[in-house]
């Protein structure tokens, strides 16, 4: 690459890393994903890997000090650190005693297993990119293999590494890789939740993601992670239904990357607000996109345990309230942050409002109101994934158009009016208490939420309207 060397000293970062092995006397390389972006992007990011020759950690500190960044040991035995600026860059650091093609071939992938020695970098002579095990060859072919045959032994978590690096870059898996993750899924079971989690959620944040957890499933990652989707295969819905619950939830995650992918086309007038809204961090790397994909693979989990026959047709009456249960199991074997875990486990839960919804003759502003307060934290969430179920389930197309344009009159409703009500109560709780003398408690909370709905509703609005309507409330 011609602009190697550009590219590279252009960076703050590498030349600073570069001044401290001068002032320390220690070799530094860039290793890993950054050196592989590079090559395919020709780009730098703001997450960088370096080897140091000799003791890492007294490096990372000297580093941290000249970037004026923030400095943490991440394994003082292995001598790894990580030198963090909030919102500019994330570096981390190990050192090594051997040499550094030995460390570059224990890596996970040959596409991550090279190196450049920054001295060459910013002195005469060419830029060198060590790459033993012709990483960059599987660069050229879009190809992922793992660096040893003890690749996956060594740390199990490659096996969703291997699958989110598929996703990200594009590139197909090799097939003595695939071999390995088919035989090695279950020791993902030894890898901590939280490892696990982290690997999922930038997965579900990706336009693949549909794709790549269907791959997961055809090498067993899948049910490794969630056992009760292996049972839902062969589980027919009937009805409505032309496909097991297993294919449907699949689509239902496929309709959701439409709809999500599609913003401006599917909610005319209002696609920079919801994209906005759906690319807020619920917690680190899961946006509410990934939420809302996840929540549809998991919508109709309840039907498994509840049908019953009824005139020869299958119902399940009180799915979503079992739904909602298998959701909270899956956030807790996640450990899923308690916002992330309302937010799945509400969705579940509520995923079959709209169709209750869309039965009716006329759609009150009442019945609205009442929707978005339900659904408070996750209502928006709750129109894709409702419109993904009917997305993924065959029906006539006019009830399809006339399922859209309901949830496209939500949605209007929502930013027009929902939103736009004054967010200061017209009365206080202590002010209710102390025109009607009523002690705190949930029946200040009651007169409260029936005041906002009055006042959403138009039926007051003024303070003392809103006094004459509790007064026909309170006992």
Known sequence: MDNLRDILKSSEIIRTAFDTSKGLGQKVYLVGGVVRDILINSSLGSDFDFVVEGEGVPFARRFAEKALGSF????????????????????????????????????????????????????????????????????????????????????????????????????SIDEELLKMIKRDSEELNTVSAERVRSELFMILEMPRAPKTLEDMDKTGVLKTIFPDVEKWKGFFQGGWHAHDLFDHSMKAVY????????????FPGYGKEIEDYMTEEIEAFLTRKGLVKLASLFHDSGKLYTRTIVYGRGRFLGHEKKGE????????????????????TGLTASHMRILGLSKLKKITTRAKYRFFRDAEGYAIDLLILSL????????????????????????????????????????????????????????????????????????????????????????
């Open 72 to 171: 943490f040991i991440m394994d003082d035995e292995r001598d790894t650190s990580r030198v963090v600026s909030k919102n500019k860059f994330q570096a981390d650091f190990s050192g090594i005693r051997g040499i550094i093609k030995e460390d570059l071939m224990l890596r996970d992938f040959t596409i991550n297993s090279m190196a450049i020695p920054l001295d060459l970098v910013f002195e005469e002579g060419t830029v060198e990119v060590l790459d033993p095990l012709n990483g960059r060859k599987d660069i050229e072919e879009k190809i992922l293999r793992v660096s040893s045959l003890d690749s996956i032994h060594q740390d199990p978590l490659r096996i969703m590494r291997a699958f989110r690096l598929s996703s990200s870059l594009g590139f």
């Open 255 to 266: 309709a959701a990357e439409e709809v999500l992918g599609h913003l401006n086309r599917n």
């Open 325 to 344: 249960e298998i959701s909270a199991e899956v956030a807790k074997r996640l450990k899923l942050s308690r916002r992330a875990q309302t937010a799945v």
């Open 388 to 475: 993904a179920d009917a997305m993924a389930t065959p029906v006539e197309g006019k009830r399809l158009d006339e399922f859209k344009g309901l949830i496209n009159g939500l949605v209007r409703y929502y930013f027009e009016e929902f939103i736009a009500a004054p967010q200061a109560p017209l009365l206080t709780g202590e002010d209710i208490m102390k025109l009607f003398g009523i002690p705190e408690g949930k029946e200040i909370g009651r007169l409260m939420e029936a005041l906002r709905e009055a006042e959403a509703l138009g039926k007051v609005s003024d303070k003392k309207q809103a006094v004459g309507y509790l007064r026909k409330l309170v006992p």
